[in-house]
């Protein structure tokens, strides 16, 4: 059972950058639903297209993997598909060791292999989905390229990357009301102004958004032609990606 997220609800004297160390990991599936909007909409939504875009005997990755909650939903997705497996990477040793507890809870014959390394260092082959939920912000922007179009060059013809993120927008107006929006859905989940601010400090400079076109032209660099929206709530979005 997921505890409540209280870890910056008290004034601290210094707010250390953010880690995805044991502390968070045990508050990790209510802090990122209070925090990310439509993120239970993402997960559920990744079983669909997993359902329509996975192909038999092929790989399936998630990176960034936390705690695997892509990773049930792409199983889930694969119910009526054949020879596939998961492979699952993290770097943080609390996310793994946890990861592993939380799939191996559920039965399945759908093999979930779940590895604590950099995504980097990761080689895609034979994928057909490859999901980057909410992962690629926390890699210096210099390593972004490279990791897509390794992702891209792994992909099978017809597979797709689901890319989850949070974004900036060029037009001040609207970014400044899409932050606000954010805001004002941490409120309504009950966070206080001091952990919002608390939170947001220790994010600066470890959760380093792009610009949708951005990431456009990333993909699109990487090789991919093919990139859309698919979904977005206020600042929040995912992009996929499918290989021709
Ligand atoms: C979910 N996808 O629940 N290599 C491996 N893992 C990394 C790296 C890296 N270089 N950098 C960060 N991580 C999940 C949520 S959380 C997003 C993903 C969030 C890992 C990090 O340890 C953490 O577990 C995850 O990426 C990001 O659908 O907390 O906002």
């Keep these: 059972m997921s505890q409540t997220d209280n870890i910056f609800s008290k004034p601290l004297d210094k707010v250390e950058s953010f880690s995805f160390d044991q502390q968070v990991v045990q508050v990790f599936p209510d802090m990122i639903k209070r925090s990310v909007p439509g993120y239970e909409n993402i997960i559920n939504s990744i079983a669909m297209i997993t359902q329509r875009c996975a ?43 946890s990861c592993q507890q939380h799939i191996h809870a559920y039965k399945s014959d759908i093999p979930v292999t779940v590895l604590q390394d950099d995504i980097c260092n990761i080689k895609i082959e034979n994928a057909s989905v490859v999901v980057l939920n909410f992962t690629l912000q926390f890699l210096t922007p210099e390593k972004r ?15 797709v990357l689901i890319l989850s993120e949070k974004f900036i927008f060029e037009d001040a107006k609207s970014h400044q009301l899409l932050i606000d929006l954010h805001l004002d859905f941490k409120r309504s989940q009950g966070y206080s102004e001091l952990e919002i601010s608390q939170k947001r400090s220790s994010l600066d400079n470890v959760l380093i958004s792009d610009t949708v076109e951005q990431h456009y032209q990333r993909l699109t660099e990487a090789g991919f032609k093919h990139n859309n929206l698919w979904y977005q709530c206020f600042n929040f979005g995912s992009i996929i990606s499918i290989k021709d």
Excluded: F, H, Q, W
Aim: with cysteine.
């Design 55 to 97: 192909i038999d005997n092929s790989n399936l990755y998630d990176l960034g993997c936390s705690l695997g909650a892509a990773t049930l939903s792409m199983r889930r997705g694969l119910s009526d598909k054949n020879g596939c497996r998961i492979i699952s990477v993290d770097n943080s040793l609390a996310m793994v060791e």
């Design 145 to 159: 390229l490279s990791l897509l179009t390794s992702i891209y060059e792994g992909l099978l013809p017809g597979g």
